[in-house]
């Protein structure tokens, strides 16, 4: 299944949990982070899904399909 | 004697917003910010980098300045659909809903787009912000701003970055004349005698990053900053003498040696 991801174009194994909202979102967030953290604490970061935000307590329950696109943005330096 | 800037009924007691981006370091700019006095620093909102990808700098701002209330921005926003879109993303991101809305018309001066800053501040209001918007120095858009309820207006000092002063004292004068709701003045500033200027004219705050970040010595210049900021509220309060065209001794005339 090919997923958008900030505008790049990823293939993720449909079959499995790999690829679930959740799951893409966290994996993409830790690795910003260079850390793991609670999903709670993703304080900093937010994600859109085809072009509206998804509130953190809805990554749980999110449906992906193919040719989604998923925006996962976080606080930086800024004037 | 309590001077507090309130915007959304909010009380601040600094007058000097600041910008956290372009300083040589982190370190310099988490000093830069504790010298300038100030209590809302400016962040953007950018997509986090992808694995393999470098990662963005300026990552660590938010851990640096805990205890500082953010300020995210739409910078780089064309569209007030985009522009909609980051400040819902800042809101969930960073727990404000406050934003500092920029909606770029033109990439090369970095002009506001007046319609589409009017329709995003429309939304962002009924969608429960509290919108800062960036505008042009324009009497009217600042009051049509203020009327779909901006908290605040931040005209343009001059063209973002260019460090060219106060362009227009005339209009934004007459901007902080007119306006019921607090006047940030925003981009521009050079050095701090701009910031005296924009605060002589009646501004309640400005917002500032690249005279500090970018100055030799960005420390420093915060602190020139926050004192300038001070002075040029302390005279505005104080009240200028008027301007005339002819000369005036301080001094009695009365009594002179030698008369």
């Known amino acids: 299944m090919k997923i958008n991801i900030n505008g790049i174009e990823q293939e993720f194994d449909c079959t499995g949990s790999q690829a679930s909202f959740r799951q893409i979102s966290l994996q993409h967030i830790w690795e910003a982070h260079g850390r793991e953290r609670e999903i709670e604490s993703a304080r900093g970061f937010a994600i859109a899904l085809n072009g509206h935000l998804v509130r953190r307590a809805q990554w749980p329950q999110t449906p992906i399909a193919p040719g989604d696109r998923i925006e996962i943005v976080r606080a930086l330096s800024g004037g | ?259």
Not at chain 2, 141 to 167: E, F, H, Y
């Open chain 2, 1 to 259: 004697m309590s001077d507090q800037l309130i915007i959304a009924g909010e009380s601040l007691s600094s007058r000097l917003l600041l910008g956290t981006a372009g300083y040589p370091n982190q370190r310099i700019m988490r000093d830069a910010v504790k010298a300038s006095g100030c209590e809302i620093v400016t962040v953007s909102m950018r997509r986090v980098a992808l694995p393999g990808q470098e990662q963005r700098h300026g990552s660590d701002t938010l851990d640096l300045l805990s205890g500082y209330r953010f300020l995210p921005n739409t910078a780089g926003c064309e569209t007030a659909r985009d522009a909609i879109l980051t400040a819902e993303l800042a809101r969930e991101a960073l727990e404000t809903n406050w934003v500092k809305l920029e909606v770029i018309g033109d990439r090369e001066t970095l002009y506001p787009d007046a319609g589409e800053l009017i329709e995003a501040t429309r939304r962002l209001v009924d969608l429960g912000f509290v919108v800062l918007p960036y505008c042009s120095d324009d009497p009217v858009l600042c009051q049509r701003l203020a009327d779909l309820g901006a908290a605040a207006v931040m005209p343009m000092g001059s063209l973002i970055g260019s460090g060219m002063g106060i362009a227009n004292p005339a209009n934004l004068e007459l901007i902080c004349r007119r306006s019921a709701v607090p006047v940030i003045v925003d981009a521009g500033i050079g050095t701090a005698s701009d910031a005296v200027i924009a605060m002589e004219l009646g501004a309640s705050a400005v917002l500032l990053n690249t005279a500090v970040s970018r100055a030799d010595d960005p420390v420093a210049m915060a602190s020139a900053m926050r004192l300038a900021i001070e002075a040029g509220r302390l005279a505005w309060r104080a009240g200028r003498i008027p301007k005339r065209g002819r000369a005036e001794p301080s001094s009695p005339q009365l009594g002179l040696v030698g008369s």
